[in-house]
């Protein structure tokens, strides 16, 4: 498996982890809810199924968002190296490592620390269309792009 493919894979997995841990946490609301019986407390019951239901909508909204992310992930190319930063490439800059992709967080591995983002974090905004040897600033900090994988 080359470097590429395991940032990819890297990526899936957190995206499947988070969708198994939304879903689990839906499931326990919903045993919560039907569990439930109406006690003395009328009132309290009320508020109590309240927050659940919208505890609930919350992880229904986050669940849709980690759909979204593995959407956007299935359409990475895992093998494509292109002479211009997209979709799916690890940029290796002056500053930093980047796997553009989905927001995923930091990958350590081979030595080498690189940042899994999404295609709509400012820094990826900036870096896309650029290529080898193009410098972006960045916070206020100059960037060099020295390879693009």
């Known amino acids: ?3 590429k493919e395991e940032l990819h894979q890297f990526c ?3 995206v499947a982890e988070r969708i198994t841990r939304i879903q689990k946490n839906i499931a326990d609301i919903q ?12 009132d309290k019951h009320e508020t109590g199924r309240a927050m659940l239901q919208l505890e609930r909508e919350k992880l229904g ?27 799916g490439s690890w940029v290796v800059t002056s ?3 980047y796997f553009l992709a989905i927001s995923a967080g930091e990958y350590k ?10 295609a ?14 193009d410098t972006v ?7 060099k792009i020295v390879e693009i994988k």
């Open 95 to 97: 500053k930093t490592d």
């Open 1 to 3: 498996m080359t470097e």
């Open 137 to 143: 600033v960045f916070n206020g900090q100059e960037i």
């Open 61 to 87: 909204q986050q669940l849709a968002e980690a759909e979204k992310m593995k959407q956007v992930l299935s359409k990475v190319p895992k093998e494509s190296n292109t002479a211009v930063v997209g979709l």
């Open 31 to 42: 045993t919560s809810l039907t569990s439930e019986t109406k006690s003395s407390a009328g």
């Open 12 to 14: 899936a997995t957190f």
């Open 109 to 118: 591995a081979h030595n080498k620390t690189m940042y899994c983002i999404s």
């Open 120 to 133: 709509a974090t400012p820094i990826a905004k900036i870096l896309f269309g650029k290529q080898i040897g």
